[in-house]
């Protein structure tokens, strides 16, 4: 049997076995592309206008989210652009819940409140990371089956191969003109050349988020230092506060405005308890994430607290840090701006369809394979009468 045959064999078998769920994750991928952009379309109560006033300090938007959802702990609050409505994110993971609050940043009003785990998007991601089923079912098998993908990414690409040069050129592009039969053949093979430079970055960049061995493994190679797992630092009981918790956040936030003046989006995080630190991430950028400044302050000295993860200050993060940074960023297409996202978007919809035509090959080959028995058949068993 030669390389190709036993290229093959495997690529097929991989495929029918990895087919569905890979259908799933690359469906909810491309879906999942622009849930920024259409969200902002579709949810006007995002939105504010801009006025000339400062915006209220995080302790007043504490006062107003708490009184809205009684009971229920803020986790943050986000604010972004003059003309942008302040976010608030109440989460906690055991009891679960998850609710998004926006109000306008200058007067106070609440504009809305939603529970995100019924959000369509959310659920929509739910099924890219997990396939809807508990994590520790889910992202095992996801994972797994992104390696799968991998591997028949590699194995297409063999098969892909053209013989001579004659059957270059054809590889390049789609017979239009053909039977139906053909044309889904130059579907499946193609499109799925031209996707696989692509999706293949897409797929490692996903395994970086639930394979901690791979992201390590990436980070160490890359030269890095530190780790990558995200901890809060502690602030320092044994310290008297010098002020009241809500005065001090105020003021690191009023502090953080001046130091980071070009940062579209400041969220402030709330501590959870006395022994917690204060939070205030400033990003630059508001379509990705990977030039935020993540900083942490003593809630009683208010002093900042250096970290040894990769979430500290952009200033102090070397390439190999930048790089993992970036992963979400790579993975979904916003590090090539609108572009880059639209590229993904395309890659994952031609990645979604490679289950269906390479199915169809498959079947519509068993089928010309039983009828050619039959016809086999029919005269060996009449000559035998």
Not at 24 to 34: E, P, S
Not at 50 to 78: D, F
Request: aromatic share 14%; net charge positive; glycine share 6%.
């Amino acid at each position: 049997m030669t390389v190709k045959k036993i290229t093959g064999k495997v690529h097929l078998w991989l495929g029918l076995t990895s087919g569905i769920v890979v259908f799933i994750i690359a469906v909810t991928g491309c879906l999942y592309a622009f849930e920024a952009e259409i969200s902002n379309l579709t949810q006007p109560y995002r939105f504010v206008e801009a006025q000339q006033a400062p915006y209220l300090p995080p302790s007043q938007v504490l006062q107003i989210a708490e009184k809205t959802l009684p009971g229920k702990h803020p986790h943050s609050v986000q604010y972004g652009q003059p003309t942008d409505a302040a976010r608030v994110i109440f989460y906690h993971a055991h009891p679960e819940y998850y609710y998004a609050l926006w109000l306008n940043p200058y007067t106070g009003e609440v504009l809305k409140v939603r529970d995100m785990n019924k959000d369509f998007f959310r659920i929509v991601l739910m099924g890219h990371y997990y396939l809807w089923l508990p994590p520790a079912i889910g992202q095992p098998v996801v994972i797994v089956s992104t390696i799968v993908f991998v591997v028949m990414m590699i194995t297409g690409l063999i098969l892909w191969w053209p013989r001579n040069k004659a059957a270059r050129k054809q590889r390049f592009s789609i017979k239009w003109n053909a039977a139906w039969r053909r044309k889904n053949y130059d579907l499946h093979n193609v499109l799925g050349f031209y996707m696989t430079w692509v999706v293949i970055f897409m797929a490692i960049t996903g395994l970086v988020f639930g394979w901690r061995w791979l992201a390590n493994g990436i980070y160490k190679v890359a030269g890095g230092e530190k780790t990558l797992q995200y901890t809060e630092p502690l602030s320092d009981s044994t310290k008297t506060a010098q002020m009241p918790l809500l005065t001090a956040i105020d003021k690191l936030y009023g502090q953080m405005k001046i130091e980071h003046s070009d940062a579209e989006t400041i969220e402030v995080h709330f501590p959870d308890n006395k022994n917690a630190s204060i939070e205030i991430a400033a990003n630059t950028d508001a379509d990705t994430y990977w030039r935020t400044d993540y900083r942490f302050f003593d809630q009683n000295t208010l002093q900042e607290i250096p970290v040894q993860h990769i979430y500290g200050r952009l200033k102090d993060a070397k390439a190999a840090d930048k790089l993992l940074r970036m992963n979400y960023d790579i993975h979904i297409g916003a590090i090539g701006g609108f572009p880059g996202k639209l590229l993904a978007f395309f890659a994952s919809l031609i990645a979604a369809s490679l289950p269906v035509t390479g199915f169809m090959i498959w079947w519509g080959r068993k089928k010309k394979k039983a009828v050619t028995a039959r016809k086999v058949a029919v005269p060996v068993a009449a000559s035998l009468s």
